[in-house]
C-alpha cells in the first residue's frame, strides 16, 4: 500500500482516504482544502498498513474517515480497531462483500473484467465509472499515472484478499449509494448495508467526486446529510 498527502498544512483535523483500484491521487488534485490535511491510501497489491496511519490520531484532533469503491472493503479489513475513534466513517459506492452476486460485484464480472482487462477496455470501464462521457473527460484530464501491468496485479491481489478474508464487522456509520453506479449496482449497495447504517441516497455514478470542488465540501455535505431511504 502507498500513501499520498494530498494536502498538509498542520491543520487540526485529518481526512484519511482510501482510494479506489487503479488509481492514485490525480483524480483528485482538483479538490482543495481549507480546514483538513488530507492523506490517501491506494494501491493495494499488499495492505500493510503505514505507520503513519497510526499516528494520524495522535497528531489531529479529529480523524475523518472516507473510503471509495474498493477502498472501502480495504480500510475496513484493516482499521477493525480503530473503530470509533473516528469523527466519521464514511464509505462512498462500495461494500463490505465487494465480490458477491447480492451485495457487491458478481464474481462472473469481477473475473471477466480480469480477463479482459488492457489498455482498452481499463479506458472503457473508467467511463463505465464515471458514468458518461461528460464525467469521463473531467476524469481522464487527470488520469491515474500508473503503469497498467501494475493495475492488473493490483485488481489479482485484491481478487485473492476479498475471496480469502470474509469480514462480518463494519467501521462504518454512513454510507453514499449512487443511483447511477453501473459498478456496483446501488441495490446491492442497499441490501449490503441492510439499513445497519445511516443511507445517503444520490443521484451520483461511481465516480463522483467531481461534484464537489473542495474536501470542505464532502465533509459539509456527507457528516451533515440525513438518510433518504
Not at 38 to 66: A, G, H, T
Not at 158 to 178: C, E, M, P, R, T
Request: net charge negative; with cysteine; proline share 3%.
Amino acid at each position: 500500500m502507498k500513501t499520498k498527502w494530498l494536502h498538509k498544512a498542520s491543520k487540526k483535523k485529518c481526512i484519511l482516504f482510501f482510494n479506489g483500484w487503479s488509481c492514485d491521487e490525480k483524480p483528485l488534485q482538483h479538490l482543495t482544502s481549507e480546514e483538513y490535511d488530507v492523506l490517501s491510501c491506494y494501491d493495494y497489491k499488499n495492505i500493510l498498513l503505514p505507520k503513519e496511519v497510526d499516528r494520524l490520531f495522535e497528531n489531529y484532533e479529529k480523524v475523518y474517515l472516507i473510503t471509495w469503491s474498493l477502498g472501502v472493503y480495504v480500510a475496513n479489513l484493516l482499521l477493525k480497531s480503530s473503530k470509533g475513534l473516528f469523527a466519521d466513517a464514511i464509505a462512498i459506492n462500495g461494500t463490505l462483500h465487494p465480490i458477491d452476486n447480492l451485495k457487491g460485484i458478481p464474481p462472473a464480472v469481477f473475473q471477466g473484467t480480469i480477463d479482459g482487462l488492457n489498455s482498452k477496455s481499463l479506458e472503457k470501464f473508467w467511463m463505465r465509472m464515471c458514468g458518461g462521457k461528460s464525467a469521463f473527460t473531467h476524469f481522464n484530464s487527470n488520469a491515474p499515472k500508473r503503469e497498467f501491468d501494475d493495475q492488473l496485479l493490483e485488481l489479482k491481489e485484491l481478487q485473492k484478499l476479498i475471496q480469502n478474508h470474509f469480514v462480518d464487522w463494519n467501521i462504518y456509520n454512513k454510507a453514499l449509494i449512487g443511483k447511477q453506479d453501473l459498478i456496483f449496482s446501488a441495490d446491492n449497495q442497499k441490501l449490503a448495508w441492510e439499513e445497519s447504517i445511516d443511507i445517503l441516497d444520490r443521484e451520483y455514478p461511481h465516480y463522483c467526486f467531481d461534484k464537489w470542488n473542495s474536501w470542505d465540501e464532502i465533509i459539509e455535505d456527507l457528516s451533515c446529510g440525513k438518510s433518504e431511504y
